[in-house]
C-alpha cells in the first residue's frame, strides 16, 4: 500500500514556464516533506522541504506547497530550465523516508 | 558542506567474489544508510545506523553485511552476491535531529 504518491510518471514543460509537480499521500501523521531531483547513475539531491506546520516553503525558483487536508503537496518550478530535466521525488517523514514513485520532468527547448 | 562520498564509483563482480563500497561523510551527522535504487525506482532502505549501531536492517539478504567503523564511515560488504543485485547503491547521512537525508552519488554495481 502506497503511503507516498506520485501519480504523473512524466511531465514535459516549455523552458520559461512553470513545471507543477504533485505529491499525496494517505498518512496523516506524516509530519516533514521533502523533494529531491535525480539524474540517471547519480544519488538524489536534496531540493526542498517543508515541515506540516507550514503550508508554503520557497527557496530561489522552488516553491513546496502542502495542502494538509487534502494531504496534497505540490512542488513548482519557475521558470522551468533546461538542467531541471531530472526525475524527481517526493518523500515524507515517518522517522524514514517514505517514497513516491518519481515523476520524470523533460524541459523542453 | 553537505558531501557525501563514495567509492568505486563503479564495480564489477562475479558471484564468487567478496568486494566492499565505501562511504565517508564529515557533516558531523550521527544516522547513515543504505540504500538500493534500482532503475525507475525510488531508493530502497537497506540499512540505517544510528550513533554508529545498527538501528534498522530491512530483511536485507546476508550477503550483504553493513559496518560502521566509525562516526564518518560506512562501509558495506558484499559476498556471493546475485545477478539481481546489480543496481545503484546508495549511502546517505542526516543529523540525528533532522529528516533530511543527503546522498552520495552511488556506487553502480553490475554483478555478472
Known amino acids: 500500500d502506497q503511503q507516498v504518491k506520485q501519480n504523473s510518471p512524466s511531465l514535459s514543460v516549455q523552458e520559461g514556464r512553470i513545471s507543477i509537480l504533485n505529491c499525496d499521500y494517505t498518512n496523516s501523521m506524516f509530519d516533514y516533506f521533502l523533494w529531491y531531483k535525480k539524474y540517471p547513475a547519480e544519488g538524489p539531491t536534496f531540493l526542498i522541504s517543508?515541515?506540516?506546520i507550514k503550508d508554503k516553503n520557497e527557496d530561489g525558483r522552488f516553491t513546496v506547497f502542502l495542502n494538509k487536508s487534502a494531504k496534497h503537496l505540490s512542488l513548482h518550478i519557475v521558470p522551468s530550465q533546461p538542467g531541471d530535466s531530472a526525475v524527481y521525488f517526493c518523500?515524507?517523514?515517518?522517522?524514514?523516508?517514505?517514497w513516491g514513485a518519481g515523476t520524470k520532468l523533460i524541459i523542453k527547448p | 558542506d553537505t558531501e557525501v562520498t563514495q567509492t568505486p564509483k563503479h564495480l564489477v563482480m562475479g558471484m564468487t567474489n567478496k568486494k566492499s563500497l565505501k562511504c565517508e561523510q564529515h557533516m558531523g551527522h550521527r544516522a547513515m544508510y543504505w540504500y538500493k535504487q534500482k532503475a525507475k525506482k525510488p531508493p530502497e532502505l537497506m540499512f540505517v545506523y544510528s550513533y554508529e549501531k545498527l538501528s534498522i536492517n530491512e530483511s536485507v539478504p546476508s550477503r550483504f553485511s553493513p559496518e560502521c567503523p566509525n562516526s564518518s564511515l560506512l562501509n558495506l560488504h558484499l559476498h556471493a552476491l546475485q545477478p539481481e543485485d546489480s543496481a545503484l547503491y546508495l549511502c546517505a547521512s542526516s543529523d540525528s535531529q533532522r529528516p533530511t537525508q543527503y546522498f552520495g552519488p552511488g556506487t553502480r554495481l553490475t554483478v555478472l
Open positions: 518523500a515524507a517523514s515517518d522517522h524514514q523516508l517514505i
Open positions: 517543508i515541515s506540516s
